[in-house]
């Protein structure tokens, strides 16, 4: 595909991105209008994003639904559908291509895109693929009220594209564990919610029979309330059931790192359940309902 052949618009959130946007921009470079959402960074993130073409759009970043909903209620879009792609994320012409059909076609006002996940050069085939609704037509989705991990609430049908975006990140090690710290305080304020019975309106409804989110949460459930162990089952089942042995030592070294993860989450649980901790001071405005 050349150059702006595709009618889509493309959102791209940003926060000291100047190691990935560039490439992130010209992965999807096929399409016709590229927004780049940034939270006020500090580097040169806005800079790379304007001499590559995009418009760039700020805003202070809140939490992850509230920011893209505020993109997806507010910026003027010069097309009818919006893929939402991550910095560190990258689209092929093939992906252009599908897109392309799809959207002529009409058939859905979604479709689940496919992330294929690379780290220390390679593939990490145990946690492919994971579904994430991310083309979506205007005024027919918006992400559900969840902190972390959010996902989109569709009016209509959704469909699933073939072709993947890949995300590989960069930033190198440190920025995957200071991100995933943040991601497993908000997981584990988003766990605490679910065990207490808060306010769970305007989240996505879990079902085993669909793929991807739905599915995902369901499982997610179960195992917070009734599986011991969670981070390690989490180990094993990427590492044996998924097969992430056959991944070699990336697949063991993301492996672990999931692992970790979980026993993250489950640790600031627990500290949640102390109303004078700091994890409660710090994320107890989430919890007040």
């Given at each position: ?5 595709v009618?889509v618009?493309?959102?791209?959130p940003?926060k ?10 010209e ?5 016709d209008d590229i927004?780049?959402l940034?939270s ?9 994003a ?34 939402i792609?991550d ?5 092929s012409?093939a ?27 390679r ?8 579904y994430n ?15 972390v ?6 009016e ?16 190198g090690?440190e ?11 908000f997981e584990?304020?988003e766990?605490y919610?679910?065990?207490h019975?808060?306010?769970d309106e305007g989240?996505?409804e ?6 991807g ?5 369901v499982?997610k ?10 981070a390690?089952?989490v180990?094993?089942w ?20 999931r692992?970790?993860?979980?026993y993250?989450?489950s ?6 359940e102390?109303?004078h901790?700091p994890?409660?001071?710090k ?7």
């Amino acid at each position: 595909m050349t150059a702006a052949t595709v009618p889509v618009s493309v959102l791209i959130p940003t926060k000291d991105e100047e190691r990935n946007i560039a490439a992130c921009i010209e992965s999807v470079a096929w399409a016709d209008d590229i927004v780049v959402l940034d939270s006020h960074s500090t580097d040169r993130t806005v800079e790379i994003a304007e001499a590559h073409g995009a418009r760039v759009v700020k805003r202070v970043f809140d939490d992850f639904a509230t920011h893209k909903n505020w993109a997806i209620d507010t910026i003027a879009f010069r097309n009818p559908w919006l893929l939402i792609v991550d910095a560190d994320e990258k689209g092929s012409a093939a992906l252009a291509r599908e897109i392309m059909a799809r959207t002529r076609a009409e058939p859905h006002n979604g479709y689940f895109v496919p992330i294929l996940v690379h780290m220390w050069n390679r593939p990490i085939r145990c946690h492919y693929p994971v579904y994430n609704l991310r083309l979506i037509r205007l005024g027919k989705a918006r992400y559900e009220r969840r902190i972390v991990h959010e996902h989109m609430i569709v009016e209509g049908t959704t469909g699933y594209l073939k072709n993947h975006l890949l995300n590989a990140d960069d930033k190198g090690i440190e920025r995957y564990i200071d991100r995933h710290n943040t991601y497993s305080s908000f997981e584990a304020v988003e766990t605490y919610r679910l065990l207490h019975g808060l306010a769970d309106e305007g989240k996505i409804e879990g079902s085993v029979w669909r793929r991807g989110p739905a599915r995902n949460r369901v499982l997610k459930n179960f195992a917070y309330r009734h599986l011991p162990a969670r981070a390690l089952f989490v180990f094993l089942w990427f590492y044996v059931v998924k097969r992430g042995f056959l991944d070699g030592r990336a697949g063991f070294r993301y492996c672990l790192l999931r692992l970790f993860y979980e026993y993250e989450v489950s640790l600031k649980l627990k500290e949640l359940e102390d109303p004078h901790s700091p994890m409660r001071e710090k994320y107890g405005r989430y919890l007040a309902d």
